[in-house]
């Protein structure tokens, strides 16, 4: 007898079994990326993130509160759904892949606007692998790293919005952001 737990986890497996084959097939686009193609996209993605206005430190009140996320392992999964900082705040993210070397899988963390994960999600994907699964010059993005390879980690610092509220954060990556996803809660300074 399969208890609830194992029920629920092969529904979670296979609504994303069915999401990649939808993006596969409309997009064209495949999730198997080698680590090849996957550190030539990442090396790709640093050139771009020296231009990346989101990702360079900005002046704000304050020193910076110094924040860490992390992958769940080998799963699809951020290590936590939920960060707090005040409005205006200055941050220092260290982002950490913890999937497995042998895994292949890259991931980034990409702050947006309330209400937009899908719609960044999507113009990732129009991006491309050249652009890290991206779009870095989205009014949608607050910040973002570049895509980190299997193990390593990146620090970026940004500032949090004026205006108090939830802002999510999701990996770019072609069909991550369905369950790699959590919030920023921006409180009143």
């Given at each position: 007898m399969m208890n609830r737990g194992s029920k629920s986890k092969r529904k979670s497996t296979i609504r994303v079994s069915v999401i990649v084959s939808v993006l596969i097939s409309t997009f064209g686009v495949s999730l198997?990326?080698?680590?090849?193609?996957?550190?030539?996209?990442?090396?790709?993605?640093?050139?771009q993130d020296s231009k990346n206005p989101a990702t360079k430190g900005a002046k704000a009140?304050?020193?910076?509160?110094?924040?860490?996320?992390?992958?769940?392992?080998?799963?699809?999964?951020?290590?936590?759904?939920?960060?707090?900082?005040?409005?205006?705040?200055?941050?220092?993210l260290t982002f950490t892949n913890g999937a497995s070397s042998t895994s292949g899988l890259t991931h980034n963390v990409t702050f947006v606007k309330p209400g937009t994960e899908e719609q960044v999600a999507?113009?990732?994907?129009?991006a491309g692998p050249d652009k890290g699964w991206t779009p870095t010059d989205s009014p949608m993005v607050v910040a973002t790293t570049k895509l980190v390879n299997p193990g390593e980690s990146?620090?970026?610092?940004?500032?949090?919005?004026?205006?108090?509220?939830?802002?999510?954060?999701?990996?770019?990556?072609?069909?991550?952001?369905?369950?790699?996803?959590?919030?920023?809660?921006?409180?009143?300074?």
């Open positions: 198997l990326t080698s680590t090849a193609e996957a550190k030539t996209a990442s090396k790709k993605a640093a050139a009140k304050g020193a910076a509160v110094k924040l860490t996320l992390s992958t769940k392992g080998d799963e699809l999964y951020y290590d936590k759904a939920t960060l707090t900082v005040k409005a205006g705040q200055s941050i220092e999507n113009a990732g994907i129009q990146q620090t970026i610092t940004f500032q949090a919005p004026d205006t108090p509220g939830d802002y999510p954060y999701i990996c770019t990556f072609p069909g991550h952001w369905v369950t790699m996803k959590g919030v920023l809660k921006v409180t009143k300074g």
